[in-house]
């Protein structure tokens, strides 16, 4: 009996001592003489981990060679790696996911999707963060536990965080588009600035065929969007038609859910639309080139070439040196007499914006510098650029924008030393309050205030779905989506929208629409009902 229980014995030893070692595999930095707990640098040997993020086109140095980077290795001690390519990162992310091939890390401002976080967290591939938060990363503990909307916001349905957020209070954050036209060409053909859909259909007509911008020759674009893009679209501008479009065409107002896609107001607008483009008057590029195109032809002849176009703000699509010459245009009146404009969040959230995958062998060292990196001279550093050469940092704590130079705008500025749009950061209201406002902020508020009287917001709040409604959604959503899309484009440039809608919606009917629908109104019941 004696020798029985010394075996049980010398077994239960053998298992505690086997979880020991499972745990220091798991984490083997943690548990070393080169881990610090608090304080930096946070190992004493250098060690390397590897991350995957999309790099912004603004954005011409390679990351490690930015700035910001540089600084944080030399207090962390900690090396990175990175995999950073300003296109195809989508398609080598689900590549790295369905290989099993993967970082330590995915870096950067909706790196993952809402729906990668349900289904590659709930397969193991995405560790839970909300240990390794309680215990190794008091800077976002303290943000989620001060702001529990946000912490609920990123709590995924089986109660487990996967990603720590990107979350951005710049000021004007709630307007999304703005049209602008030149005002330089209005008075030089002697036009009000338009009121009325019609109104501005006719003005686009003068800039197509009267040369306003002088140089003899028929190259003015009356009109140019960016298709698809909620920053430089034309999602807003449906609005002067009664309806309010969305990017996944999913609308909520008083509660319901429903498909802007599908309305009469949907229908009326694209037809408007259509006849803008046969006269001539939209840019044929609008529905095929990218943004770096969509800004290159703004800013790259001698005079200006456009004539009325959509964008965050002037400067970003037509240059520095043209944008005294634009203005926003207020929301204009549709044939009903309607006049309304999106609203956006004001606070920007993107929830994947840094995940630790099952591949990582040391995610407590991992939590700890992206902890760092949420310090809010961090965040502020990260996303404007490191003090002394973006940003100036004052005795009384506060900050101001440096001047950008070499011609370069605010937002190529900001670039050149840091990752800017596409960090992972923290920058809420009260952190923004400590920087001056810059000419950009300046002008994005009165942006606002034009905007804001007619601004409604319908926008559907970034939830989770269910693992089950997140798997239906990734196929419905492909299918819907990209169906709906192709028709708008095809019917603003081809027509033939009358002929074709009630097929168009029998299609939809078809693609289980009513269910798509019904998926986002449940999830959306029960994320107001927590």
Known sequence: MKKIAWIFA???ILMIVGCKNKEVANDAGATTDNFNK?????VNDKITLNFVTSKPPQQQKSTEDLQVVKDLEKKTNIHIN?????QGYAEKKNLMFASGDLPDAFFGSGSLSSSDLIEYGNQGMLIPLQDLINEYAPNIKKILDSNPDIKKKITAPDGNIYSIPMVHAEPGNALPEVIFINKVWLDELGLEIPKT???FEKVLQAFKDKDPNGNGKSDEIPFSFLYGNSLNGIFS??????????????????KEVSFTAITPEFKVATAYFNSLNNQGLIDPEAFTHDRTVYFAKGRGADTPLYGAFSGFIASNVIGPEFADQYIPIPPLEGPDGVKQWREDEA???AKGSFSITSANENPTITMRWIDELYTEENSIQWTFGPNGTNMKKNDDGTYDYIEPTDGLSFDEFRCTESPCYSSARSLLPETMQKIHPNEKDSTRLEYFDIYKPYMK???FPDVFFTLEDTQKLNTLTTDIIEFVDKKQAQWIINGNIDAEWDEYLK????MKLDEFVDIYQRNYDDFMSE
Do not use: C, R
Request: glycine share 6%.
């Open 507 to 510: 299609k939809l009917d078809d």
């Open 38 to 42: 608090t304080g930096l640098p946070i």
């Open 347 to 349: 606070i920007a959230m």
């Open 10 to 12: 010398i077994m239960a």
């Open 82 to 86: 990175w995999d950073a390519s300003s």
């Open 197 to 199: 859909t019609d109104e």
């Open 237 to 254: 501008f449906y609005g002067a038609f009664g309806v309010l479009d969305q990017p996944n065409h999913i609308s909520v107002e008083d």
């Open 457 to 459: 917001k319908t926008v």
